[in-house]
């Protein structure tokens, strides 16, 4: 007797929207992950339903595994996710099944057994500030926990997780990098044991199936912990969401499916009835506004959770000028009071950190003198500067012009700034420090020098003199740390995007807590800018969030962004920029005549303009709902075209 069953198979050559039905020969779970041919190839699917009999021919399942079958409230968010963030299903259902299954594995692998929960004598004893915050979280529901760097956010969610154990229910412990994915497992496994398991792209293929299997075998409660794609993993009855360092922007997904790891797992711990908590010192403002509108609890930590908090209050700060080139006698980048601090912290045995605020590079129209900068009249941000065409270019909406041959303020020649690189400050920090360990930690890293592969070194203080960008401002507690020297505050800024000013608030507040935790009485932090008078530099300074938030949301408010409206992102990719632009005009122009609710903004020459050999243009759609971006993605054409809805820029 045959039985029929619709899959959904994943595989990025299925385009489809719809599940495809199969043929078996034995009756199958629901939910069960097997393997159907799909044109030539074989592929993994998963089963979401018993159908009758079709009146067209059906290609037999090619293979069943033993195996328990996927969560219900996981195979059911593929359908959420794929209207959310519009995407073919073949791609959606990737997401929720492995890479592949071996016979040996799927008989051999075992899901976790009863680990006891350690006691927590190790770990320092709950601040006021955090029992009061565990005392609100009561209840299933989503909490914004603000917690200022080095107030113990790690410390609740191990009592967190501790309690939904107890509750004989899993947790997953979202990180925004695979390093400190790392770090953290090394917290929770001193507590939860073998409870915890790592997941993420890094590790070997055998690897991740195995953490695979484990976890969709394990009828025991279990942590995952990993970055994004951890909340696909076949967790069972799930009690606790984490997103540590929410505001992060290796959170958004930047291929299809573009989906946001905030909003995925919002949806699914409601599917689980389960608490969701967002946990940063420096909350996602978008995040952060939802939470407010919507009345959900949005807990504030500012307590140190330190016992030398006479120590941690007496960091001393400086702010360094850097268009008074008096300052900088000794190097073209490092101040004559950064060198020195330096050299103190060297002769101590203790660690520097240099670190550059930046999130790529722009050329840009800066005046080195007095600071002023090209900002576009309509948007409010930075200009880029197309030396090939001397031209200035907004690439949000459009508008262009040519660059002034003076500062417009203060008459000075000299206007024409450039991007400070890693490699050139680590360069100077080993002219000016010989002897010193020095180790640059960025993208351009090979795997053998990858922040993971050293971060045993670092901790115990190896490593003299960190070089390095946001990598090193991230959730890093180093003991021997005692100088921070920021080498240019207002980098990011220059970036022309309307989410700069809260990048950089975010990414100077974070690099700032990785001192001030009560280590050493010699703590310095000396940050170089431009313009140290600007708001956003002195609100992350004083660590002043209300007062950054404040103004942040009415300039949003005042040139149309986000949270005020919803954003589509287009690209149109052609062999020549008349091609490109011919067509970008010609979907605009086919946007405006099906008078949707929308604001069209361009066609303009995308950020990076030229890719290989093709040409790239851009179009940016608002609107206050979600639906009508949705709708423009469906008349959207298919050759050549991509899109990306909640960008987390507009590059």
């Not at 996710?81 to 929720?96: D, E, F, W």
């Amino acid at each position: 007797m045959d039985y029929f069953y619709e899959v959904l198979v994943g595989s990025q050559q299925y385009h489809g929207s719809d599940a495809l039905t199969y043929k078996s020969d034995t009756e199958l779970n629901l939910f069960s992950v097997v393997k159907v041919p799909l044109q030539k190839e074989l592929v993994f699917g998963v089963v979401v339903r018993k159908v009758p009999r079709p009146k067209f021919v059906t290609k037999p399942i090619a293979e069943t595994y033993n195996l328990p079958a996927l969560p219900r409230q996981l195979v059911k968010l593929t359908e959420w996710l794929r209207l959310y963030y519009p995407a073919p299903l073949g791609v959606v259902a990737q997401q929720i099944l492995p890479a592949q299954l071996t016979g040996k594995h799927v008989t051999t692998v075992t899901g976790i057994t009863a680990e006891p929960v350690h006691e927590t004598a190790s770990l320092p004893p709950l601040t006021t500030e955090q029992q009061k915050v565990l005392g609100a979280i009561n209840k299933p529901d989503t909490y914004v926990l603000h917690g200022d760097t080095g107030t113990g956010k790690t410390r609740v969610y191990i009592e967190l997780v501790r309690r939904a154990i107890a509750e004989g229910r899993s947790a997953i412990i979202l990180t925004p990098e695979i390093s400190l994915s790392s770090q953290t497992a090394q917290t929770f496994r001193s507590v939860f044991g073998e409870r915890v398991i790592v997941v993420h792209s890094q590790l070997t293929p055998r690897d991740r199936q195995i953490q695979w299997l484990t976890i969709l075998k394990s009828s025991e409660p279990i942590i995952v912990l990993g970055p994004r794609s951890a909340l696909f993993s076949p967790v069972k009855d799930l009690g606790l969401i984490v997103v540590d360092e929410s505001h992060e922007p290796a959170y958004k997904q930047e291929q299809a499916p573009h989906y946001h790891a905030v909003r995925v797992a919002s949806h699914l711990a409601a599917a689980h009835k389960a608490t969701l908590v967002l946990g940063s010192a420096t909350p996602p403002i978008i995040d952060y506004f939802i939470a407010a509108e919507r009345g959900k609890p949005i807990l504030r930590m500012t307590q140190k959770a330190t016992s030398n908090t006479d120590i941690a209050s007496k960091v001393e700060l400086k702010l360094i000028d850097l268009k008074d080139r008096n300052n900088f006698s000794r190097s073209r980048y490092l101040s004559d009071e950064l060198i020195t601090s330096v050299k103190k912290s060297l002769e101590r045995g203790e660690q520097s950190l240099l670190y550059l605020n930046r999130r790529g590079t722009a050329r840009v129209i800066l005046c080195s003198a007095c600071g002023w900068q090209a900002v576009c009249p309509h948007c409010d941000l930075p200009l880029t500067y197309h030396h090939d065409v001397f031209r200035l270019q907004c690439h949000t909406c459009g508008y262009h012009g040519s660059p002034p041959t003076s500062c417009p303020e203060c008459k000075n020649n000299d206007i024409v700034f450039k991007v400070v690189g890693t490699k050139a400050v680590e360069e100077e920090a080993l002219k000016l420090f010989p002897g010193a360990r020095v180790m640059r930690f960025d993208t351009d890293n090979k795997k053998a020098d990858r922040f993971e592969q050293h971060y045993d070194d670092i901790r115990a203080g190896r490593i003299d003199i960190l070089v390095g960008t946001q990598l090193l401002a991230k959730g890093l507690d180093l003991l021997k740390l005692t100088t921070l020297g920021v080498v240019i505050a207002d980098t990011s800024l220059t970036f022309p995007d309307y989410s700069s000013e809260e990048r950089t608030y975010q990414l100077l507040n974070q690099v700032i807590g990785r001192v001030g935790r009560g280590h050493s009485a010699h703590e310095r932090i000396i940050v170089q800018s431009y313009d140290p008078t600007r708001a956003v530099i002195q609100s992350a300074l004083k660590n002043d969030w209300d007062t950054f938030y404040a103004a942040e949301l009415r300039e949003r408010e005042l040139f149309n962004f986000p949270p005020f409206c919803y954003v589509l992102k287009l690209s149109c990719r052609r062999a020549s920029a008349k091609s490109a632009e011919k067509a970008a005009d010609t979907f605009a122009a086919a946007l405006t005549a099906a008078r949707l609710p929308i604001i069209i903004e361009g066609p303009m020459p995308s950020f990076h303009a030229r890719q290989g050999d093709k040409y790239e243009m851009q179009l940016v759609i608002k609107s206050k709902r979600r639906s009508a971006l949705l709708e423009v993605i469906t008349i959207l054409p298919k050759s050549g075209w991509t899109y990306d809805i909640d960008p987390n820029n507009l590059l």
